[in-house]
């Protein structure tokens, strides 16, 4: 025991020094401040760090319950001992109950030192109970404050405890998940190995750590690391598990947008290669073709040949264009557009590529805003989208064409895509065809890929309509179902009253 800050209050010089030589002969190692009025008593418990309060219950000016009384308000932690010549059983009961730790009589202070010891131990105790509660209430502070999911389950995977986190990123409540089992939150898309072999790592005592795909309360999908541990009694058995989960759904979206951004970068640029060198090919065809017609004579079987080649060749030339959008190497010229007579000239063009099955709508706002972007550009945009929905609809439908103005005071995410504050012109085309499967509708916009057979299509339409509407500054989303349609969304900034100009856009990142 390490030497002891005892603070004795007793106004009798020979009982002070018996209590002193008792110690002493017991081997307690301490340092004792004596003090005999109420002043002192207080003057002592504020100012000095004390270990142990001896006390007289009589003094001549100041009772033992009252000292009692300012130590438990002053010092409630120090052990308080009763030295007295005499007490009744009444006494001693009440000054237990009112906080002293133990009381000694002067006449048999062999009881002094086993009274401090045991005083000293049970004091540790308490300062260690009183550490692992402020531990504890630290611990359970972090868990409920954490912006993680932390879940507790018994072995059977019954759920015991969810903090608050658990219903902000699931939706479930702390009363909705107790009692369940975390199949609550299964997706479907895994297959029952993965859980498998969770478990199975998991019962050997193991930790299990992984990413999975689970499903929130109101139907939406949402991806999380977990990291699951075993709890264990002190005889090793385990009692509980404990599963920490961080929500991220925002970082896999981002990670797939730059490997999108990624794999459009590398597409883009062998694009251009490609319509540079096919480019040069062409010219060559063509000079030769034009020279071959001045040698054939007009009435030559020979010349309607020749003129076929002319023609595809044009047809190549439309091609080469769509892979010179497509890389961002075609120079846009932004100026000031009306966007319904855009669509309107459009309508008129597409009227002559549509089945008789198939009718068109439009639905513009009055006051549309112009916007800022390339007049042939944006009609192509336009042309495009209306022949993927003619192909959706082979069995005829409807194909809507809307415009409207748009202001967003605070950023906004549109199916997945960010909307700056500011003034903006939407733009819906909207079919009632077949719809996109969800499998493919990550894939829509990246060049070359189409769900057509061979000859139907180059897989450059959407992965153009998206280069152009990057180069504009807008941004484009998608809504499908199944058997219900499809509804393109292209959202172009106002025009800002700025002269028009030439510029090669930024990446298209999507």
Not at 351 to 376: C, H, Q, W, Y
Request: glycine letters at 6%; a negative charge.
């Amino acid at each position: 025991m390490s030497t002891l800050r005892i603070l004795h209050l007793e106004d009798s010089d020979p009982d002070a020094l018996l209590v002193r030589h008792t110690l002493r002969r017991e081997k307690i190692a301490c340092e004792i401040q004596r003090v005999a009025t109420e002043e002192g008593f207080t003057r002592a418990l504020t100012e000095s760090t004390l270990d142990i309060i001896l006390a007289d219950c009589a003094l001549p000016s100041f009772d033992g319950m009252s000292a009692l009384a300012l130590a438990m308000s002053l010092a409630p932690d120090v052990p308080f001992i009763f030295v007295s010549g005499a007490i009744g059983e009444t006494q001693a009961i009440d000054s237990l109950k009112a906080g002293a730790t133990d009381y000694v009589l002067k006449d048999n202070l062999m009881r002094l030192a086993p009274a401090i010891r045991r005083a000293r131990e049970e004091w540790q105790e308490r300062s260690l109970r009183k550490h692992a509660e402020k531990s504890r209430d630290r611990l359970v502070t972090v868990i409920e404050q954490s912006s993680e999911a932390v879940m507790i389950t018994d072995t059977d995977g019954t759920i015991e405890y969810v903090n608050p986190a658990f219903k902000r990123i699931t939706g479930y409540t702390a009363n909705e998940a107790i009692g369940k089992t975390p199949r609550i939150l299964n997706s479907g898309k895994h297959d029952k190995h993965v859980f498998e072999r969770m478990w199975h790592h998991l019962d050997a005592g193991k930790v299990w750590s992984g990413r999975l795909i689970n499903r929130r309360k109101n139907g939406e999908l949402y991806h999380e690391d977990a990291v699951i541990s075993a709890m264990r009694e002190s005889d090793g058995n385990i009692t509980r598990y404990v599963a920490v989960k961080r929500d991220i759904t925002r970082e896999v979206e981002l990670e797939n947008q730059l490997q999108q951004a990624q794999k459009m970068d590398a597409m883009g640029g062998l694009a251009g290669e490609i319509a540079h060198d096919f480019n040069n090919l062409l010219a060559i065809i063509q000079t030769n073709a034009e020279l071959a017609l001045y040698d054939i004579p007009g009435t030559s079987e020979c010349r309607d040949n020749v003129t076929e080649i002319m023609d595809t060749i044009e047809h190549g030339k439309s091609l080469v264009n769509r892979l010179l959008t497509f890389s961002r190497r075609q120079p846009v010229e932004l100026a000031e557009v009306n966007v319904n007579e855009v669509i309107g000239h459009a309508v008129k063009l597409i009227k002559r590529l549509m089945n008789g099955s198939i009718s068109l709508a439009t639905d513009f706002a009055d006051d549309i805003a112009p916007v800022e972007a390339d007049i042939n550009q944006l009609e192509q945009i336009i042309i495009n989208l209306a022949i993927n929905a003619r192909d959706a609809m082979p069995n005829g439908g409807t194909l809507t064409f809307c415009a409207r103005n748009l202001t967003v005071d605070s950023e906004t995410t549109v199916h997945d895509r960010k909307l700056a504050c500011g003034q903006w012109v939407a733009i819906d085309v909207r079919d009632t065809g077949d719809g996109i499967p969800p499998a493919i509708m990550d894939r829509i916009f990246e060049p070359f890929f189409t769900t057509k057979v061979t000859g139907e299509g180059n897989g450059l339409g959407l992965s153009s309509v998206y280069g152009i509407v990057k180069k504009f500054g807008g941004e484009i989303s998608v809504k499908s179902a199944l058997h219900e349609g499809t509804t393109f969304q292209i959202y172009l900034p106002r025009y800002r009253n700025e002269e028009s100009h030439t510029f090669i856009a930024s990446e298209p990142q999507p």
